[in-house]
């Protein structure tokens, strides 16, 4: 089962590291990641989604993360309410009469074409992962070329 994790840390050199190194040393694949400084330059937020089988793997992360001495706070998203997000730019084909149809879509999901040539359209859509996977079974019909995504995005409400 796949569990989201935050992480407030130190804003310094090698931490990243660190924190991915734990997880690797005791064979744990992160499944998405996302870093980014806070209103606070010095300290930065990470959501980190991990795939665990059980609470007491899960516990045993977060124990090891809290020991980190650059890790300032660890909260586990699955027992508590919180929003997440993803970012997707994903390149299509396209021509000029597809783009009513793309509108249509986009009025249903959070997204833009954000640039176009005569072929090619890249768009950009924000949605949880369930919208996503929708967003992206829609976008397939036109050909999908290229996509590229962010991690999850996660806050407490």
Do not use: C
Not at 86 to 92: F, Q
Not at 115 to 123: F, G, L, M, P, S
């Amino acid at each position: 089962m796949k569990h989201t994790i935050s992480v407030l840390v130190e804003n310094k050199f090698g931490v990243l590291a660190r924190v991915a190194g734990l997880f690797s040393a005791r064979g744990y694949n992160i499944a998405s990641l996302a870093v980014s400084e806070t209103l606070d330059p010095e300290i930065s937020y990470m959501t980190i989604v991990v795939e665990a089988k059980d609470e007491k793997i899960l516990e045993q992360i977060t124990k090891q993360l809290n020991k980190l001495i650059d890790v300032i706070t660890v909260t586990d998203f699955t027992k508590k309410e919180y929003l997440d997000r993803e970012l997707i730019l994903a390149k299509i084909n396209y021509t000029p009469k597809d783009k009513p149809k793309l509108e249509a879509i986009f009025n249903k999901f959070v997204g833009k074409i954000i640039h176009h040539k005569a072929d090619t359209a890249i768009v950009e859509a924000v949605g949880d992962q369930h919208q996503i996977s929708e967003l992206l079974e829609e976008l397939n019909k036109f050909g999908l070329k290229e996509l590229v995504r962010t991690g999850k995005l996660a806050i407490s409400n």
